[in-house]
Every structure is written in structure tokens, then in C-alpha cells.
């Protein structure tokens, strides 16, 4: 089970809604994993990751770029030049948020950071609702989510998604099953198999009802 972090996991205060570590919980008892995949930096899933006490077992960080299983930090793919990016932005007079691989910059400056990656063909954006993410080209939640199962010995089949943005629907062609919590964008919920009444954490709740509920039926 793989879930979106920002505006899906939790809301704009970051908290985790009453009754969703329950709900994650009662899913892992049956046996299934739960990983969070996220364009935030690495650093901060750690931290996240290390507060919730073992309920994740995993999770991909700065939109595929970098991951963490089983004890280890895993770069997933690195950004070749991105240092020299890094100035171009500065002399652009352009606000950043650097992680590990992927650099972060607000969607007031697209024109700018269209004119600094141009130059860079190893390199490419990706929107995320109010933000511009600067990672290597080719990579995306999708390449994270490629490694994982790998590291799990998973297929397909057996992957489960839900998110809100642009971002998450890179998700979608790995995973038999899609969920789109309320706020979603519609594109978003136009490409989810289940799309939940409820918002934020009490809508990733919902889904891991759902998903609870449809896994009795298959063995009734």
C-alpha cells in the first residue's frame, strides 16, 4: 500500500487524523506493507518516518529519487550538474528548497527555472500544486516505486495507490488499484478506481477500509 504524503497522509498542519494508524495497522496484521512515496526531502521522511514507531515500513523520498527499506538509505538516482543549476538559480534571484537529489522552487518562478533547466537535458520539472520539482530526467515517483518492488519482490498486482496531485498519477500504471482522496485534483480522480468521500488522512483511512473490505469479499 502505497501512500501520497502531503494533502493525502496528513493536512496543511502536517497532523495524522484519529484512527489512521489503526486503520494501517489493522491492514499490516493481513500482511500487507505500507509505504509512503513523497516529493518532500529525504531528510524529513526520515524524521517522519523514525516518529511513527515501525507503522511504515518504508519509503520513497524527493519523487523517486531517493528511498528507504529494510535499515538502509538507497539513492534511487542522482542529479549530474545540478550544483551548477543550483547558481543559475541564484543569479536568477530564485528562492530554492535543495534535498539530497531533487530541488524544490515555488510556481511564482516557473519562468526562471524554465531558463536555467533548458540548458540541462539530464534534468527535467515536475509540477506539484503550488511547487516546481528539478530532479534528474526520466525519474519520478513511478522509478521509486519500480525499486520497491523490487527490494519486496512485488508485481503490479499486488500495489495499491492513493494521492491527491499531479505528481501521484505517476503512480497509477503500477498499481492495479488507485484511490484518490476527496480533495484531489480531477485528473486525479478521473484516472482512481475508488474515489473517497472524505479528505486528507480521513480519506487515506477510508481507502484502507476499502481495501480492507474487498480483500474479505475475494476470500468469501
Request: charge should be negative; charged fraction near 25%.
Amino acid at each position: 500500500m502505497l501512500s501520497d504524503y502531503d494533502r493525502t497522509f496528513t493536512d496543511s498542519s502536517l497532523r495524522v487524523e484519529p484512527g489512521l494508524v489503526d486503520a494501517i495497522i489493522r491492514l499490516k496484521r493481513k500482511g500487507t506493507l505500507f509505504s509512503i512515496v513523497s516529493g518532500r526531502k529525504y531528510s524529513f521522511m526520515y524524521d517522519l518516518y523514525q516518529s511513527m514507531g515501525g507503522v511504515v515500513d518504508s519509503f520513497i523520498a524527493e519523487n523517486g529519487c531517493v528511498g528507504y527499506a529494510n535499515g538502509r538509505k538507497h539513492y534511487i538516482a542522482r542529479s549530474e550538474g545540478r550544483e551548477e543549476m543550483l547558481v543559475g538559480l541564484r543569479s536568477l534571484d530564485v528562492p530554492y528548497d535543495a534535498g539530497d537529489v531533487v530541488v524544490s522552487v515555488s510556481v511564482d518562478y516557473e519562468r526562471e527555472v524554465d531558463q536555467v533547466i533548458k540548458g540541462y537535458q539530464n534534468m527535467h520539472v515536475v509540477r506539484n500544486v503550488d511547487s516546481l520539482m528539478i530532479l534528474p530526467h526520466s525519474v519520478s515517483k513511478a522509478t521509486g516505486i519500480q525499486w520497491l518492488m523490487g527490494v519486496y519482490n512485488l508485481t503490479p498486482v499486488q500495489m495499491a495507490c492513493i494521492g491527491d496531485a499531479e505528481n501521484d498519477l505517476e503512480m497509477r500504471s503500477l498499481c492495479s488499484l488507485m484511490g484518490a482522496v476527496c480533495n484531489a485534483l480531477p485528473a486525479v480522480k478521473k484516472e482512481s478506481d475508488y474515489v473517497c468521500r472524505q479528505s486528507f488522512g480521513f480519506g487515506l483511512k477510508e481507502f484502507l477500509e476499502y481495501i480492507e473490505t474487498r480483500a474479505i469479499k475475494t476470500i468469501e
